[in-house]
T-cell receptor
Framework: NAGVTQTPKFQVLKTGQSMTLQCAQD?????MSWYRQDPGMGLRLIHY???????DQGEVPNGYNVSRSTTEDFPLRLLSAAPSQTSVYFC?????????????FGPGTRLLVL | KQEVTQIPAALSVPEGENLVLNCSFT??????LQWFRQDPGKGLTSLLL?????REQTSGRLNASLDKSSGRSTLYIAASQPGDSATYLC?????????????FGKGITLSVRP
């Protein structure tokens, strides 16, 4: 298994540009989520999904959209990039098996918005 | 609102020392608690997961304990090695099912000196 994969690894955007961060997992996990990690702020939940066709907002959803058309993929869209969205973005997935919901993380996407 | 605190933010110890990393949370009604390791520029790797009904979990030189009533967890690392240098994060899950979310602490950056 490849686990959780994210592309791109690094991206530079100009203010106002849009882009999609890709996330895929091959473990047939139901739960997928997006976090951003900022110095001094820790990891904050942006959006999450409990299955194909179902998404919900996390702690900091403004400026981001998600969709979940398949179990495997959970892309994160930045509608109009702002410097405040400069961060490291992590995608994660998990599958509840008898309550042992170990969370698996991707390697991250580093985003710089100028 | 659940808050997770990890103090101190950084710790430096000599090689071979046994050490304890602390994690506290404000709402004791958790479903489980998970400890992660993050190496610089990398994603998070799950180390140990403790269900709310459990008191501790062990993996190799790592032992995690949970005292739900007092809102505390500790990660014990035996005979520390330079390769243990990383940031250690704890995260709690409040419930399972449709609203399953993780709340993270900000992490403790550990440096093990040779």
């Amino acid at each position: 298994n490849a686990g959780v994969t994210q592309t791109p690894k690094f991206q530079v955007l100009k203010t106002g540009q849009s882009m999609t961060l890709q996330c895929a997992q091959d473990m047939n996990h139901e739960y997928m989520s997006w976090y951003r990690q900022d110095p001094g702020m820790g990891l904050r939940l942006i959006h999450y999904s409990v299955g194909a066709g179902i998404t919900d907002q996390g702690e900091v959803p403004n400026g981001y959209n998600v969709s979940r058309s398949t179990t495997e993929d959970f892309p994160l869209r930045l509608l109009s990039a702002a410097p405040s969205q400069t961060s490291v973005y992590f995608c994660a997935s998990s599958f509840p098996t008898g309550g042992h919901e170990t969370q698996y993380f991707g390697p991250g996407t580093r985003l710089l918005v100028l | 609102k659940q808050e997770v605190t990890q103090i101190p933010a950084a710790l430096s110890v000599p090689e071979g020392e046994n050490l304890v990393l602390n994690c506290s949370f404000t709402d004791s009604a958790i479903y489980n608690l998970q400890w992660f390791r993050q190496d610089p520029g990398k994603g998070l790797t799950s180390l140990l997961l403790i269900q709310s009904s459990q008191r501790e979990q062990t993996s190799g030189r790592l032992n995690a304990s949970l005292d739900k009533s007092s809102g505390r967890s500790t990660l014990y690392i035996a005979a520390s090695q330079p390769g243990d240098s990383a940031t250690y994060l704890c995260a709690v899950r409040m419930n399972t099912g449709a609203n399953s979310k993780l709340t993270f602490g900000k992490g403790i950056t550990l440096s093990v000196r040779p």
